[in-house]
């Protein structure tokens, strides 16, 4: 585990009130963040179904999932062993029968009235087959959406999850530094991609990296007018503009930042849109402090660049931590008008003021952690557009 014991039943401790005060006495954990973030459990086992029970008035949560991954919750997690339940591989992938079921299985054995129950409806990891489960195996019982109620708990970090995610900074300002230095004119894109791969794995002299929960977002040329496109087996040419939004990892928790580059001399507006989104991230960051809201940052960014050619439909930036596959965003808060989430000391986002033309865009971001009178940025990397 990471983690000290007692942080982790603090924050069994904070679940279980805000269970209490939206009506909920059993909570199904599916989500692979929620699970590692109550328990520590920690595998490349989400795509098969798993999860966490968590009964309101126990001490312990109960880890469910593929019985052949049963050992890797004893290794990763505080449970004690009567609290991991393994469910027989003729579950898997079955046309017959539904993990969902060994679930409902396991609470019955444990808990005689099972009325109120959240699920994480909105989620990568539940099912429109496992809300269909649950309600054909429990007909009688309440099911609530309980998608937010962890990542709202987890929004706040812990000293411990601040430092992680600074070691993934350490790391994503090596990839960055990793993917510029690999572009030149006749290198493939995929090359250059490798070279970031092997960078957020092997991390510092002093730690390794951890997979991210984004592939790199790499493209370049016409494909940088928008916004979330990978690497290719072209070759780079001169007149490129290529996008680079990767992350750092650490024990799943991240440092996602963003920079472009152009091969060779940029145009004109590419410079004065660089300048523009610059100048305009960093008077927002200096605008950003505990007690305001969310939509209070947007207003401040478009206030920024106002009078510019610089226009932004979309969220500047959004609530982000501890994650898996296919997102390291948390879900929760957005940097968008109609946000009113207040920002409080420990809260961690990412401030992503992507700009995407009919031809063409720029991004540069900076991931930052709430303070009492300020924020914090995470990365050490420079502000610019880089030219090669």
Not at 15 to 39: C, F, K, Q, W
Request: glycine share 6%.
């Amino acid at each position: 585990m990471f983690f000290e014991l007692s942080e982790y039943k603090e924050r069994l401790q904070k679940t279980r009130e805000r269970m209490n005060n939206e009506g909920i006495d059993i909570l199904i954990v599916t989500h692979p963040a929620n699970m590692n973030y109550l328990s520590g459990y920690d595998g490349w086992s989400f795509y098969t179904h798993q999860g966490l029970l968590i009964l309101i008035d126990e001490e312990e949560p109960i880890w469910f999932g593929r019985e052949q991954d049963s050992n890797g919750a004893r290794l990763t997690t505080w449970l004690s062993e009567k609290n991991i339940y393994g469910y027989p591989d003729d579950y898997v992938q079955s046309t017959t029968k539904h993990p969902i079921s060994f679930a409902v299985n396991t609470l019955k054995k444990r808990v005689k009235n099972l009325c109120n129950i959240g699920v994480e409806m909105d989620n990568y990891y539940f099912t429109a087959k496992c809300f269909e489960q649950l309600l054909e195996d429990l007909p009688s019982s309440i099911v609530k959406d309980a998608t937010l109620l962890i990542p709202t708990v987890r929004q706040i970090k812990s000293e411990q999850e601040i430092i992680y995610m600074k070691q993934a900074a350490r790391i994503v300002e090596r990839a960055m530094q990793s993917a510029i230095d690999a572009i030149q004119e006749g290198v493939r894109e995929g090359d250059a991609a490798a070279r970031v791969y092997y960078s957020q794995i092997s991390g510092t002299d002093e730690f390794t990296g951890d997979y991210t929960a984004i592939a790199p977002i790499m493209p370049s040329a016409e494909r940088t007018s928008t916004a979330h496109l990978t690497w290719t087996d072209r070759r780079y040419k001169r007149g490129d503009i290529v996008f680079l939004e990767l992350a750092g990892s650490r024990h799943k928790y991240h440092a996602p930042l963003s920079r472009t580059l152009s091969i060779g001399k940029p145009s004109r507006e590419l410079e004065d849109i660089a300048k523009v989104v610059i100048d305009g991230l960093n008077r927002t960051l200096d605008f950003i402090k505990a007690g305001i809201s969310c939509e209070e940052i947007e207003g401040r960014w478009r206030e920024s660049i106002s009078g510019s050619k610089v226009v932004k439909e979309s969220r500047v930036g959004y609530s982000y931590g501890l994650n898996y596959p296919p997102d390291w965003g948390e879900h929760t808060a957005s940097l968008r008008p109609g946000d009113k989430t207040v920002l409080k000391p420990n809260m961690t986002f990412h401030f992503m003021p992507g700009i995407w033309f009919d031809a063409f865009g720029f991004e540069n971001s900076e991931p930052f952690r709430v303070t009492e009178n300020g924020c914090e940025t995470f990365v050490k990397f420079p502000q610019k557009l880089f030219i090669k």
